[in-house]
């Protein structure tokens, strides 16, 4: 019974410890109150406050860095700052742009792409896709020719001045063709020629601003007067 008592004395936070009765009375045993410093001691063992928050702050700060630039792989958002895409895209307004779009797929004729200029790879361009690899491109009497065979553009887009003739140009392996939807007021493939796939920075996703405008950005199917249009 003894040795239990004694050894029950020595666990952690026990105030009392038994010490035998030299008085000669009792059953030669009693208890004497031993100090412990246990708030020192978890003093010690914890961190301090202000330590645990400038870690945690670290973490967080880390963490979100490490998910932007996740982001930045997938997404990118850019201001316009040109007219060239009016009446479709105007001065002021903000677009994602998917840039796997081109890494997991093909780029289609009618595609709205942002891609370095060629001639600047600093700045970035907005432009429509008009001709790919393969093809050869005219523009002749308003028109623009694929191939010989007059491009269909079925949709919003200021005209090809009168009188205005370019081409033709051959666009080469892993070359687009773009152009601007404002057609009067764009430098585009006209201008400094087809441009290498690779400045593609890649296709325009989502337009976030103004609100008003808000939504996924359409893109439009190009064919030729020579192939038959779907319904």
Do not use: C
Request: glycine content about 8%; cysteine-free.
């Amino acid at each position: 019974m003894q040795s239990f008592m004694s050894d029950s004395s020595n666990s952690a936070g026990e105030r009392f410890t038994l010490q035998p009765d030299t008085t000669g009375t009792g059953d030669g045993l009693r208890l004497e109150p031993v100090e412990t410093d246990t708030t020192a001691e978890a003093t010690e063992k914890e961190p301090s406050y202000g330590w645990t928050m400038v870690r945690e702050l670290v973490e967080t700060v880390v963490l979100s860095l490490v998910i932007f630039l996740l982001i930045r792989q997938v997404v990118q958002n850019y201001r316009i700052e040109n007219h060239s895409m009016e009446p479709n895209f105007y001065e002021g307004q903000f677009v994602l742009v998917n840039k796997l779009a081109y890494r997991l797929g093909q780029p289609d004729r009618g595609d709205v792409i942002v891609f370095h200029n060629p001639r600047n790879t600093s700045e970035d361009y907005i432009k429509r896709i008009i001709g790919l690899p393969g093809d050869t491109v005219e523009v002749n009497n308003q028109t623009v020719f694929i191939n010989g065979e007059a491009l269909i553009e079925d949709f919003t887009h200021y005209p090809i001045p009168p009188g205005e003739y370019s081409g033709p140009f051959v666009v080469g392996d892993n070359q687009l063709f773009v152009m601007g939807d404002n057609r009067p007021n764009s430098s585009d493939s006209r201008v400094f020629g087809p441009i290498d796939q690779d400045l593609a920075v890649g296709q325009a996703w989502l337009r976030i601003w103004p609100l008003n405008e808000f939504g996924i950005v359409q893109h439009v199917d190009l064919p030729l007067a020579g192939a038959p249009v779907s319904q």
